[in-house]
């Protein structure tokens, strides 16, 4: 129902652009979210927006991520702008139903669609 793509590799400081494509039937769930997952570490999640485009950040993306979307395209976007190589991770699209503010960045069971992940690598 999610698919994802843009990911990639980029040097420190530069910039990347994840789309997430959903069907009809995902979209008309009212929470989208961006999440990541490094290995050996949990899934954690990094940004969220909902059907009036209220967006939420992790507190370490905050001012470096911006979350959007397109609703003409069923298209939600993550711009990533100064990255790090911290910022390394296969990056799942997600999409859920009710609350949609920042404390389901670490609630992941909420959403029930996901997307396959696209790679993202950040070298120094």
């Known amino acids: 129902h999610l698919v994802e793509s843009g990911g990639g590799s980029a040097q420190a400081g530069g910039s990347l652009t994840l789309s997430c494509t959903a069907s009809?039937?995902?979209?008309?769930?009212?929470?989208m979210a961006w999440f990541r997952q490094a290995p050996g570490k949990d899934r954690e999640g990094v940004a969220t927006?909902?059907?009036?485009?209220?967006?939420n950040y992790a507190d370490s993306v905050k001012g470096r991520f911006t979350i959007s979307q397109d609703n003409a395209k069923n298209t939600v976007y993550l711009q990533m702008n100064s990255v790090k190589p911290e910022d390394t991770a296969m990056y799942y699209c997600?999409?859920?139903?009710?609350?949609?503010?920042?404390?389901?960045?670490?609630?992941?069971?909420?959403?029930?669609?996901w997307g396959q992940g696209t790679q993202v690598t950040v070298s120094s």
């Open positions: 997600a999409a859920g139903w009710g609350r949609c503010d920042g404390s389901v960045l670490v609630q992941p069971a909420r959403f029930g669609y």
């Open positions: 009809r039937y995902s979209y008309s769930t009212n929470c």
């Open positions: 927006i909902d059907s009036g485009g209220i967006t």
